[in-house]
Nanobody, 124 residues
Framework: VQLQASGGGLVQAGESLTLSCAASVGTFSRYVVAWFRQAPGRDREFVAW???????SYDDSVKGRFTASRDNAKNMAYLQMTRLKPDDTAVYYC???????????????????WGQGTLVTVSS
C-alpha cells in the first residue's frame, strides 16, 4: 500500500484548506485512514480517523473545525480543515491501518502505511 498526501500550502488564519490522500491499493475500503501532524520540535500527533464504515473521530484541538472523509471508489481520503489557526501549522500525514481494534485507530504504532506528508502553514 502506498499513500500520497497532498494539498498543503500557506494560508492565513481563519481560512480553509483540504488535504487529499491517494492510496494505491485494491481494497482501500478495508483500511482505516488516520491523519496525523507534526509541528517543528514536537512529536507526531493524532488529528483524525475515518473508519471503514465512515465513522469519524477527532482530536479535541480540531473537533468542529476539521472533517475527515473518504471516497473508496476513488481510493481517496480527505481532511477538510476550516478556521485554521497558527497552531495548526505542521506537516500532515495520512496513514492506513487494518487493525480491528477501535482504540488503536488513533495510534501511530498501529498504522502500517504512511504517506510522505504535506506541509500546512497558517500565518497569523
Amino acid at each position: 500500500v502506498q499513500l500520497q498526501a497532498s494539498g498543503g500550502g500557506l494560508v492565513q488564519a481563519g481560512e480553509s484548506l483540504t488535504l487529499s490522500c491517494a492510496a494505491s491499493v485494491g481494497t482501500f475500503s478495508r483500511y482505516v485512514v488516520a491523519w496525523f501532524r507534526q509541528a517543528p520540535g514536537r512529536d507526531r500527533e493524532f488529528v483524525a480517523w475515518i473508519s471503514r464504515s465512515f465513522r469519524t473521530s477527532y482530536d479535541d484541538s480540531v473537533k468542529g473545525r476539521f472533517t475527515a472523509s473518504r471516497d473508496n471508489a476513488k481510493n481517496m481520503a480527505y481532511l477538510q480543515m476550516t478556521r485554521l489557526k497558527p497552531d495548526d501549522t505542521a506537516v500532515y500525514y495520512c496513514a492506513a491501518t487494518q487493525t480491528a481494534i477501535l482504540s488503536e485507530y488513533a495510534s501511530r504504532s498501529a498504522c502500517q502505511y504512511w504517506g510522505q506528508g504535506t506541509l500546512v502553514t497558517v500565518s497569523s
